[in-house]
């Protein structure tokens, strides 16, 4: 109880400095913060569902059609991505899912509907049959990357939509993989593996946004924890339940005093070593959502740290009550080892921060759910 009351007070907070952010940040793509603003990206990058997604959560709770509208005109932009082939990666998941697949979620428009196929259509020919995995990057037909476990919630869907298993299909192929290659046995995670495309064979782990490629990047940690419990919902598989607590237990078992992560786990720290606030955001959602799946004081304890992670972003990282500044958190990392983004607001950061307070408050229709579709 003690979580909602607090949620619904953060929420309305949130939805406070909303009104006065969605007028300045308007139907662009915003991305990091340089500044006290968004900067934008191309129609393209990964982040461009974010915003959409929050617009979508900011419509439920106020049904203010400024939001409705604002989400619907980013949603009509990003079709110059699905009409240009090459400009598509592993990410249409992130991309469509939070845009499209929110609109289609109030109002059953035939148009959004179609979208989300046409991204889940993409991401699923992504998928090589001899390794058993979804490609991620256009750069290179050879890298898997974790982060996707995030995206194969569009493959889920889907299926649910269509009710046809085969994208289902994919996504537990991929999802199987990931377990057997990406997943150590203390719960720390690889980023990125690499693949022979012609015979599937496993080749080697690369350097990614992590310290090295043995090292434990944080948000990498939060994507497989958030999908694999997503992976869970959807497959009934105690194997991705498992993994998901193992990821979790490591991520809980190595967080800092305040309970926001640093960006790696397996760096020294010191007071000037970056924290990741979109890790921690992300991760919290991960937890509240393996709490609806383990009983007991388990499943209690992850709710409880979620809530801790969530109340420490607010009470120590958040710019809730400056409208000025356009993010609501900051203190996240984009790249560190590019040495890019690093103490900045980011907008996905942003988005979990407000999905993981809207669950704490009750919300009950999230973006990568579909079985009630
Ligand atoms: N998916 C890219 C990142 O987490 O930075």
Redesign the pocket.
């Known amino acids: 109880m003690v979580y909602r009351v607090w949620a619904e007070e953060t929420m309305e907070r949130i939805l406070k400095k909303l009104e006065y952010t969605a007028e300045k940040i308007g139907p662009r793509f915003p991305h990091v913060t340089k500044g006290a603003e968004f900067d934008e990206k191309k129609p393209s990058f990964?982040t461009n569902g974010f915003w959409p997604g929050i617009l979508w959560i900011a419509y439920k709770y106020t049904k203010n059609e400024k939001y409705a509208s604002i989400a619907r005109e980013i949603e009509e932009k990003l079709d110059i991505v699905l009409d240009e082939f090459d400009l598509i990666d592993h990410?249409a998941g992130f991309i469509w899912l939070l845009s499209a697949g929110a609109s289609y979620r109030k109002d059953k428009n035939d148009k959004s509907r179609r979208r989300v196929l046409k991204a889940a259509s993409f991401l699923a020919s992504r998928f090589n049959t001899k390794g058993n995995f979804i490609r991620a990057w256009n750069s290179d037909p050879c890298v898997v990357i974790i982060?996707c476990m995030m995206n194969l919630p569009l493959l889920y869907w889907a299926s649910n939509v269509v009710g046809d298993p085969r994208f289902r299909h994919v996504a537990e192929a991929h999802a199987k993989t990931v377990l057997k290659y990406f997943i150590r046995p203390d719960g720390s995670v690889n980023h990125i593996v690499g693949f022979d495309t012609e015979t599937g064979e496993y080749e080697k782990v690369y350097d990614g946004?992590g310290a090295s490629p043995d090292s434990a990047w944080s948000?990498g940690t939060a994507?497989a924890l958030y999908g694999l419990a997503l992976s869970y919902r959807h497959l009934k598989d105690e194997a991705f339940l498992n993994a998901s607590k193992r990821v979790a237990n490591f991520f809980l078992a190595n967080l800092p005093e305040d309970m926001v992560c640093h960006w790696d786990f397996r760096v020294e720290k010191n007071a000037d070593t970056p924290k990741d606030t979109s890790a921690a955001a992300c991760a919290a959602c991960g937890l509240l959502e393996l709490s609806e799946f383990v009983s007991g004081a388990e499943g209690e304890n992850y709710k409880e740290k979620a809530y801790q992670i969530l109340r420490s972003l607010c009470d120590n990282y958040s710019n809730l009550d400056n409208k000025d500044d356009h993010a609501i958190l900051f203190g996240g990392t984009?790249?560190a080892p590019k040495n890019m983004d690093i103490n900045v607001g980011l907008i996905y950061g942003d988005y979990f921060f407000l999905e993981g307070v809207s669950r704490l408050a009750g919300n009950r229709e999230i973006h990568w759910y579909s079985d009630e579709l």
Do not use: K
Request: proline content about 0%; glycine content about 12%.
């Open positions: 990964w990410d982060d946004q948000r994507w984009g790249n």
